[in-house]
C-alpha cells in the first residue's frame, strides 16, 4: 500500500468526475472498496464509475441482491458491485460465488469487510467516505489508500 490521501467532494458533480477518473484507471481483477457509514455516498460513487465505465441507465443499489452484474460491452470492462452489509460471514462471499463473478471484471464493494476484506489485493484502491464537515453543506471527504498496482495510475 502507498501513502493514503484525501480527496474533497462538496457535490454530486465533484463525485461524478472523480468517479469518471476512477472509472479511466480500472483494469480487470481491481477492486474498489467502498467505505463508510449509511448514507456516506458509496452507492453515488459506484453509480459515477458505472456511468463513466458506459452503463446507461438505472444502477440498484445491491443491497438486498448483494451483487448485481454488468457486462462488457457496453462497458469498458465487466463489473460486480457488491454491497456485503448483509453478510454474518465472509465464508458467505465464497458461497455467493464472488470468485467466479470477478474472473476478468472490477468488482465494486460497499461493505467490503463483511467479506473479509481486499486490502491486501496489489489491484485494492480503498476509499473511505465521510462528511466532509458543518462547513462543507452535503459535501463529503474521501480518503484514498492505494494498493501496489495503483502508484502509477492514483485517481
Ligand atoms: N459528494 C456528495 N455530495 C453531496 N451529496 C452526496 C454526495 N455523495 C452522496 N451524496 C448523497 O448522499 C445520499 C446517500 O448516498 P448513498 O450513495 O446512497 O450512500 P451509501 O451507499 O453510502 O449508503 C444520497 O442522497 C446522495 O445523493
Ligand atoms: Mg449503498
Given at each position: 500500500m502507498s501513502a493514503p490521501y484525501t480527496k474533497v467532494l462538496p457535490d454530486l458533480e465533484a463525485t461524478a468526475e472523480w468517479g469518471a477518473k476512477i472509472a479511466d484507471a480500472l483494469r480487470p481483477g481491481d477492486?474498489?472498496?467502498?467505505?463508510?457509514?449509511?448514507?456516506?455516498?458509496?452507492?453515488?460513487?459506484?453509480?459515477a464509475i458505472l456511468g463513466a465505465l458506459g452503463h446507461a441507465g438505472e444502477v440498484p443499489s445491491p443491497t438486498f441482491t448483494i451483487i448485481e452484474t454488468y457486462d462488457a460491452p457496453p462497458l469498458r470492462v465487466p463489473v460486480a458491485h457488491a454491497d456485503f452489509y448483509r453478510l454474518e460471514d465472509p465464508s458467505e462471499a465464497l458461497e455467493l460465488g464472488l470468485d467466479d463473478y470477478r474472473e476478468d471484471a472490477v468488482l465494486l464493494a460497499e461493505w467490503p469487510d463483511h467479506a473479509g476484506g481486499f486490502a491486501h489485493e496489489a489491484g485494492c484502491l480503498t476509499i473511505v467516505l465521510e462528511s466532509a464537515g458543518e462547513s462543507m453543506g452535503e459535501?463529503?471527504?474521501?480518503?484514498?489508500?492505494?494498493?501496489?498496482d495503483w502508484l502509477e495510475r492514483l485517481p
Open positions: 477492486v474498489v472498496e467502498l467505505k463508510g457509514g449509511l448514507g456516506a455516498g458509496k452507492t453515488t460513487l459506484a453509480r459535501g463529503r471527504v474521501a480518503t484514498v489508500k492505494p494498493g501496489r
